[in-house]
């Protein structure tokens, strides 16, 4: 972006004008990337789920919210470590803790609330769901059913690279039905074994079959002008997953939004870019869920093979973005909270001349909130420690010295308002 555009955001109010649907689908992206190497289980099971609901003779409406809930399932997770247990186990004692987490989200935003409840049970088996006081039949069969194709999804992943899954479906499907009645209601068990006799129910798990669904899915579906209130809470909402991967991470994209937005304010940008950039920080670090647990946790220094998948996940967050009409421009300031003006940041080694404020406040924010938030390694710096090791980074051109300058007038407030729950030097 160049000069000219970064000025004139100065004084522009610019709305956000975006589809709601269109932002909980690339988002879902995010979910999806904790599975590193595997990055489509929330589609495929929303897929098999859409299918399954459409056998049933439900509704297309119906299938389009089964749809949604299998892409959403797996919201409360964000730990690489959970996920394995996800894929390689049928269950396991730890399973019900990211429904919970799940449920919890999904209720705080009123647009997704439908699915709290069906996510909360997603791994409850049928026989103690049936009996659930206070559940409705809708419900707990939505709950089951993705449970369901859920756990056919877990037994067929080491066969969707290989070209072998075909050849084992039979044996899948064997395995869902000897579970019927105990996991699996056994009208949705019936439902699944018709549904799955077609080897087109299987090859629409491939790539290019998720592709086309994905696309047919937006083409049906009505549009949702979203508002910038929705927007700011759907990105708190992820902005829980990410600062939930690690206990390092805690609460840091809330405290790089907040100081973002105080900075923002400070040098004269509008509300509506306020907004915008506060939206950016919110989700700057989605990329980082396909970061191994272990890495973003290791105390000791990172091989360059970490380092690289450290280095990765900004452009993974531009991904996600950049695929939202109307977040062209947080896509780009989300992704480019790495870059330095002196170009050698990552992952697009942009210039100083080529980076707007908005990117420049957000590289700012995130170095500072880091600096000044309690790690499990290490107490938050004090203010002046803050300042010096900024005014430091600022001096080698790895920072922009008139966002710092910013900051410095005011030290008390700028960390009170990174640390948006916790101590203020």
Same mark, same amino acid.
């Given at each position: 972006?160049?000069?000219?555009?970064?000025? +004139?955001?100065?004084?522009d109010?610019c709305?956000?004008? @975006?589809?709601?649907?269109?932002?909980? $689908?690339?988002?879902?992206?995010?979910?999806?990337?904790?599975?590193?190497?595997?990055?489509?289980?929330?589609?495929? @099971? *929303?897929?098999?789920?859409? $299918?399954? %609901?459409?056998?049933?003779?439900?509704?297309?409406?119906q299938? /389009?919210?089964?749809?949604?809930?299998?892409?959403?399932?797996?919201?409360?997770?964000?730990?690489?470590r959970?996920?394995q $247990?996800? @894929? /390689?186990?049928?269950?396991?004692?730890g399973?019900?803790?990211?429904?919970?987490?799940?449920?919890?989200?999904?209720?705080?935003? /009123?647009?997704?609330?439908a699915? %709290?409840?069906? #996510?909360?049970?997603?791994?409850?088996?049928?026989? &103690?769901?049936?009996?659930?006081?206070g559940?409705?039949r809708? @419900?707990?069969?939505?709950?089951?059913?993705?449970?369901? #194709?859920?756990?056919?999804?877990a037994?067929?992943?080491p066969?969707?690279?290989?070209?072998?899954?075909? &050849?084992?479906?039979?044996?899948?499907?064997?395995?869902?039905?000897?579970? /019927?009645?105990?996991y699996?209601?056994?009208q949705?068990?019936?439902?699944?074994?018709?549904?799955?006799?077609?080897?087109?129910?299987?090859?629409?798990?491939?790539?290019?079959?998720?592709?086309?669904?994905?696309?047919?899915?937006?083409?049906?579906?009505?549009?949702?002008?979203?508002s910038?209130?929705q927007?700011?809470?759907l990105a &708190?909402?992820?902005?829980?997953?990410v600062?939930?991967?690690?206990?390092?991470?805690?609460?840091?994209s809330? *405290?790089?939004?907040?100081?973002? =937005?105080?900075?923002?304010e400070?040098? *004269?940008?509008?509300?509506?870019?306020?907004?915008?950039?506060?939206?950016?920080?919110?989700?700057h670090?989605?990329g980082?869920l396909? #970061?191994?647990?272990?890495?973003?946790?290791?105390?000791?220094?990172?091989?360059?093979?970490e +380092?690289?998948?450290?280095?990765?996940?900004?452009?993974?967050?531009?991904?996600?973005? +950049?695929?939202?009409?109307?977040?062209?421009?947080?896509?780009?300031?989300?992704?480019y909270?790495?870059?330095?003006?002196?170009g050698?940041?990552?992952?697009?080694?942009l210039?100083?001349?080529?980076?707007?404020?908005?990117?420049?406040?957000?590289?700012?924010?995130?170095?500072?909130?880091?600096?000044?938030?309690?790690?499990?390694? +290490?107490?938050?710096l004090?203010?002046?420690?803050?300042?010096?090791?900024?005014?430091?980074?600022?001096?080698?051109? =790895?920072?922009?010295?008139?966002?710092?300058?910013?900051?410095?007038?005011?030290? &008390?407030?700028?960390?009170?308002?990174?640390?948006?729950?916790?101590?203020?030097?």
């Open positions: 972006m160049s000069h000219t555009t970064a000025s +004139r955001s100065l004084h109010d709305s956000i004008h @975006v589809d709601l649907r269109e932002v909980i $689908h690339a988002l879902s992206d995010a979910l999806d990337l904790v599975g590193i190497d595997d990055v489509a289980h929330g589609k495929r @099971v *929303g897929i098999m789920a859409y $299918h399954c %609901a459409l056998t049933r003779g439900q509704s297309r409406s299938a /389009s919210f089964l749809f949604d809930l299998g892409l959403l399932h797996d919201i409360g997770v964000s730990s690489t959970t996920h $247990h996800l @894929v /390689s186990e049928f269950d396991w004692a399973s019900q803790q990211h429904c919970q987490t799940g449920a919890t989200l999904l209720a705080s935003f /009123s647009p997704l609330a699915m %709290a409840e069906p #996510v909360r049970h997603h791994h409850t088996p049928w026989e &103690t769901l049936a009996s659930m006081p559940l409705s809708e @419900v707990a069969e939505q709950a089951n059913l993705i449970y369901l #194709v859920d756990r056919v999804d037994m067929a992943a066969f969707y690279s290989n070209g072998e899954l075909l &050849t084992h479906t039979p044996g899948i499907r064997q395995q869902i039905a000897q579970r /019927s009645g105990q699996f209601a056994p949705l068990v019936e439902t699944f074994l018709q549904a799955s006799q077609a080897e087109a129910f299987w090859l629409q798990l491939e790539p290019r079959g998720i592709v086309g669904m994905l696309q047919d899915m937006r083409e049906l579906s009505l549009p949702c002008q979203a910038t209130a927007l700011k809470q &708190t909402l992820f902005s829980c997953i600062d939930a991967k690690s206990p390092f991470t805690a609460r840091h809330q *405290g790089v939004a907040g100081l973002s =937005r105080w900075l923002a400070r040098l *004269g940008l509008t509300p509506g870019r306020c907004d915008q950039l506060e939206i950016a920080a919110l989700l670090d989605l980082k396909r #970061v191994p647990d272990e890495i973003l946790e290791k105390p000791a220094g990172l091989t360059s093979r +380092r690289s998948l450290i280095n990765a996940h900004s452009f993974e967050t531009y991904q996600i973005l +950049r695929h939202i009409r109307g977040f062209e421009e947080i896509a780009c300031w989300a992704a909270h790495h870059e330095e003006p002196d050698h940041g990552y992952p697009f080694h210039s100083a001349d080529r980076m707007c404020i908005e990117a420049r406040i957000l590289r700012v924010a995130d170095i500072f909130q880091a600096l000044a938030q309690d790690r499990p390694y +290490r107490p938050g004090s203010a002046e420690a803050v300042l010096a090791t900024l005014q430091q980074l600022a001096a080698q051109q =790895r920072i922009d010295p008139a966002i710092l300058a910013i900051a410095a007038r005011d030290m &008390t407030a700028a960390m009170a308002a990174a640390l948006p729950a916790g101590k203020a030097a």
